[in-house]
């Protein structure tokens, strides 16, 4: 009999069960509230309205109580898998430590948030049944395990390194204390005979264009199953093998080789060519279980080889090798539950359409939903998965010890069958923590996670999956002889620029592969009022400073102006500027790096997305609006850029052809002023063969600035351009910006040309100030006297619009 699934996923409700809670939140003791599975007890009270909306204003402090109250969840059992001779309730995810219940009768618990859990209900579980979830606080937990096991450092005050569970809910450098509870994921009534797939775990490899799929599989039966034979099908494309499983047997292989398959590659390299892969499992009499996944046929290696700059780190695929365009991912809400498939595709796809090429799912959230890595999978985005541990040390005793263990294999198995993950990463920062962050006296000899990513996690994935790398962590310079965040070894991230430096720094380093850098820059001008109703928006106002989590990050910001801009006259110029030195900061790292390719292999930006109204390192914002930033990613990640760099002292244009045919051109770099006079011109021919860089040296006649107040670098190939003051923004002699503005309409919008009389440096256009849902195709541009850009906005009607609010909209550096 074919195995019978049963979704719970209707008909909870959720009741204040105990724990924390303050007098002005007591009434909720007695009320029941309508609960959505999946989803968690904040969604749950908001949607009823019971609590503010915690992503509004300072309304997070108001609902802080939630995370030290207990939750119990419940539901009455609609129906029953028939005729079946075993039946299991599976939870895909639960927030965090649950015990379940069913008829008042404990059935199971749980302390792991990122893992699935299968109880035999098995002639416990019948129509009408009461099905109970508890959920304890998780600071119980967590301060209980501290009590336990003894104090580690962490880089933030709260305690989310004792207990499995997605760690920035307790808040972090961007992102709100929302310490969910609930039933995050789907939960089911699974009924099965015989036998049933415990677990797939397909290695797919591929040599001289002969594909091979060998899957091995681990069978559960029943007591009455096991004295049958089984057969298992797996059928990829058009072929299709068989292997009989005599009675008793628990594994099998199945191995199957394809001639002349289609190759998957990364964004930019090729076609996404995927293969639906299915395993079937039968007796005698009937199907009894399904498996069925997509699969890509790639191969894959990191480069880890030793040179004369160091060690490298680099993924090759299908021979060849990459330069990584990367961006961080974190959690795309703090309340997890409420990122569905078409939420992941949207943001994905802007990610894509950015250029960007590898997405590394950071270490303090979560493992992603199947939907994620389907999506990858079809973009082109390559996955570097981190296993879950962040900026702290980890106690390696029980009760942690075991749920690691059992966590890493089940995500393992879960992710392995995607192409687009490329790395098993360790942990986030917690390597170096031990070596720079003062951890070593107060551990006292304490562990503190090393077991872990140096042992435990590495022999997880060479045993479930080792078609893939396995790095101990990031940064990591591969061993304990250099430091772990050794830029010429291994990946490394770049916190000294923002935190105390300029981003001028960047230029004084070649990473092997920058794994996270960035600069922060405050949300969309909309997405602040509507995360700040009624308030005048200031840079230091009571509600800004709530939506800023960095360590003095106003001081930052404001420190990081100074070293470029005259101070800002108000809040609108101060949201522009720091947008645009947001933008220029990557602009630095990213075009320096690249120009060193191959000795640099990758750019991973700190970070893509948001998880609520913040002002952040992100390039998209916490309501999914672009900030200037996403749209110089566009540039920037494009297989062909276009930079004017130093190198030894000599400038130079680097003509960057990350692309897979060879590039020729010309490029013009003249030297000029301001007002469009030609001081000196250089026409250097070119042609740079696919993924590779050149550098061009320019004339002193041409690098060399007489006038640096008024004289600027400009080089030109093709649309592509980069241009260099002879000084910083606030000692340039700009003149006053004269632009001419033409309004025509167009599908769904408008198009803004946009003509400028004298040069003007970095135009933008808020689209948002127009209209909430307004977005522009385009971010900063930069103009010479006499030219004009053309930028088209979505989102609202063009009858009426106002032309004094349109001009209010634009902005650029010119006074």
């Known amino acids: 009999m074919k195995k019978q699934i049963t979704p719970l996923d209707s008909e909870w409700t959720v009741w204040l069960a105990g724990g924390s809670v303050p007098a002005e939140a007591a009434r909720l003791r007695d009320l029941i509230v309508p609960a959505q599975v999946p989803g968690c007890c904040h969604q749950d009270l908001l949607a009823a309205g019971h609590i503010p909306d915690p992503y509004v204003d300072r309304n997070e402090l108001e609902v802080a109580w939630i995370g030290r109250a207990d939750w119990r969840y419940d539901t009455t059992v609609p129906a029953i898998p028939v005729e079946c001779e075993r039946i299991d309730l599976v939870f895909e995810g639960l927030d965090t430590v649950a015990t379940v219940t069913l008829d008042g009768a404990e059935i199971g618990s749980t302390r792991n948030m990122h893992r699935t859990y299968r109880f035999d209900v098995t002639r416990r579980v019948a129509t009408g049944s009461h099905l109970s979830v508890l959920f304890t606080s998780a600071y119980t937990e967590a301060e209980a395990v501290k009590a336990e096991l003894g104090e580690r450092p962490n880089a933030y005050p709260e305690p989310f390194n004792y207990l499995r569970k997605m760690a920035c809910s307790f808040g972090w450098d961007w992102g709100p204390t929302l310490v969910t509870a609930g039933i995050w994921r789907p939960v089911r009534l699974e009924g099965w005979s015989t036998a049933r797939l415990a677990a797939v775990r397909p290695l797919v490899t591929v040599v001289d264009g002969i594909g091979r799929v060998q899957v091995h599989l681990d069978v559960e039966r029943t007591v009455a199953g096991q004295s049958k034979e089984l057969q298992a099908t797996l059928q990829v494309g058009g072929e299709i093998l068989e292997v009989q499983l005599p009675a008793g047997a628990q594994t099998a292989v199945v191995e199957l080789e394809m001639p002349d398959v289609a190759l998957w590659w990364p964004r930019g390299y090729g076609e996404q060519n995927l293969y639906e892969c299915k395993v079937t499992l039968t007796d005698a009499d009937a199907e009894l279980d399904t498996w069925q996944r997509r699969i890509g046929f790639r191969s894959l290696k990191l480069d880890r080889s030793a040179d004369q700059h160091g060690t490298a780190f680099g993924f090759e695929l299908n021979g060849v090798a990459t330069f990584a365009r990367g961006v961080n991912w974190i959690p795309d809400d703090v309340l997890p539950a409420r990122v569905g498939a078409e939420r992941y595709r949207h943001r994905l796809t802007q990610a894509a359409e950015a250029g960007v090429n590898l997405v590394r799912v950071w270490g303090g959230g ?7 890595y389907d999506l990858c999978d079809e973009l082109g985005l390559m996955v570097w998965q981190d296993f879950l541990f962040a900026c702290a040390a980890y106690p390696e005793e029980e009760p942690l010890a075991g749920e690691v263990e059992a966590e890493a294999r089940d995500n393992v198995v879960r992710l392995m069958s995607h192409p687009s993950l490329v790395l098993w990463n360790g942990n986030n920062e917690n390597l170096w923590g031990f070596r720079d962050w003062d951890w070593e006296e107060p551990l006292a000899g304490r562990t503190w996670g090393e077991g872990y990513y140096v042992d435990l996690l590495p022999r997880v994935v060479a045993e479930l999956d080792p078609t ?3 790095c101990a962590g990031s940064p990591w310079s591969g061993s304990w002889d250099h430091h772990p965040n050794d830029p010429a070894h291994g990946p490394s991230h770049f916190w000294e620029v923002w935190n105390r430096r300029d981003y001028t720094d960047y230029l004084n380093d070649v990473p092997r592969f920058a794994a996270e850098f960035g600069w922060q820059a405050p949300a969309a001008y909309t997405t602040l009022r509507a995360a700040l109703p009624g308030q005048e928006l200031s840079a230091d106002s009571p509600g800004m400073r709530h939506h800023q989590r960095a360590e003095d990050g106003l001081g ?17 110029r101060w949201h522009y500027l720091t947008q645009v030195n947001q933008a220029r900061a990557i602009a630095t790292a990213v075009g320096h790096w690249r120009s060193h ?8 930006l700190w970070q893509l997305n948001d998880c609520w109204p913040v002002t952040s390192w992100s390039a998209i914002d916490g309501a999914g609006r672009p ?11 494009a297989d062909r850029l276009l930079t004017l760099q130093v190198r030894d002292g000599v400038r130079c244009v680097a003509v960057d052809n990350q692309s897979g045919q060879e590039w020729t051109g010309v490029t013009s770099v003249r030297r000029m002023l301001a007002d469009g006079g030609v001081l000196a011109e250089d026409v250097l021919p070119f042609a740079v063969p696919a993924y590779s860089v050149a550098l061009l040296p320019l004339s002193d006649e041409v690098s060399s600035f007489k006038d640096t107040g008024r004289e600027l670098l400009v080089a030109d190939a093709g649309d592509l351009r980069d241009v260099v003051l002879g000084s910083e923004d606030r000692e340039f002699c700009y003149p006053p910006a004269d632009l001419l503005l033409a309004v025509e309409p167009a599908p769904g919008g408008l198009v803004v040309t946009i003509t400028a009389r004298t040069f003007v440096r970095d135009l933008l256009v808020q689209a948002d100030r127009l209209a909430p849902e307004a977005q522009a195709d385009r971010g900063l541009v930069t ?3 006499g030219e004009s850009c053309a930028v088209g906005i979505t989102g609202l009607d063009p009858a009426g619009l106002d032309p004094a609010l349109l001009r209010a909209a634009v902005f650029c550096i010119n006074p």
């Open 468 to 470: 893939r790398p396995y």
């Open 627 to 637: 900030k200037p930033l996403y749209y110089e990613l566009r540039r920037l990640y």
């Open 556 to 572: 930052k910001l404001d420190r990081g102006l100074a070293h470029h801009f005259r101070p800002p006259e108000n809040f609108d």
């Open 366 to 372: 979560i493992y992603e939903d199947d939907a994620f």
């Open 783 to 785: 103009l010479l006297p």
């Open 597 to 604: 390719w191959p000795v640099c292999a990758g750019t991973v």
